[in-house]
């Protein structure tokens, strides 16, 4: 399962799958992306985990000092240089952005690099590693006084959530979906991919013992974010 969006939803495909969402869902992933963009100051040095093709990381870096992007995909790294233009060289100018491919539970950074640490659009189960773990390493880069974002989807969008996942299967971007398995916040399909939620509740469990102020707010209907200050 970590593979599959390092492999088969990667690059182009994985712009399709944003492509080709309904306008519904195009409303919750553009609500998400202001909600990241109203935690973010002009001095700030931010990290997106998951950053894909560039699609949050793009406007994150027109707001940010500095925004660093990572994932899994060679595939996706290049279709970033394409889709707002890769900044290089020796010295980075204001206003600008980079990827960097590595886990996000097993982080390459040092502690306390950055401003703000975002995961959206429901990584924290994409990703389908330890979650407890991501959000330890979030933490961990993220400086005394920063904000760690992640999110999840909420239990009201179930039925644009499944709409938009019915099209990706449509499309072969997935399997065919398997309804039998399929509820409760769970999506399966018949080849194996299985995309889950994180509750309120789990946020919550997953956060403490942390080094974290912790607080959950309800975006748009959609999305469900956990907004941690480290402390």
Sequence with gaps: MRGYYSDKLAGEELRQVYDLAPSRVKQYLQVEIEFVLAHIKPADVVLELGCGYGRVLEPMAQKAA??????????????????????????????????????????????????????????????????????SEAVRVTRRGGTVLFSSYSDKFWNDRLEWFELQATHGLLGEIDYAATGNGVIVCKDGFTATTVSADQFLDLASGLDVECGLIEVDHASLFCVMTVI
């Excluded at 899994?72 to 707002?84: P, V």
């Excluded at 886990?103 to 959206?120: E, W, Y």
């Design 66 to 135: 500095l925004a660093i992007g990572l994932d899994t995909s060679r595939g996706s790294f290049s279709l970033m240089q394409e889709y707002g233009g890769q900044e290089t060289g020796p010295r980075w100018p204001r206003r600008c952005r980079r990827g960097v491919e590595g886990d996000a539970a097993a982080l390459p950074f040092k502690d306390g690099v950055f401003d703000l640490t975002a995961c959206v659009q429901n990584g924290i189960s994409a990703f389908h590693v330890d979650q407890r773990q991501l959000i």
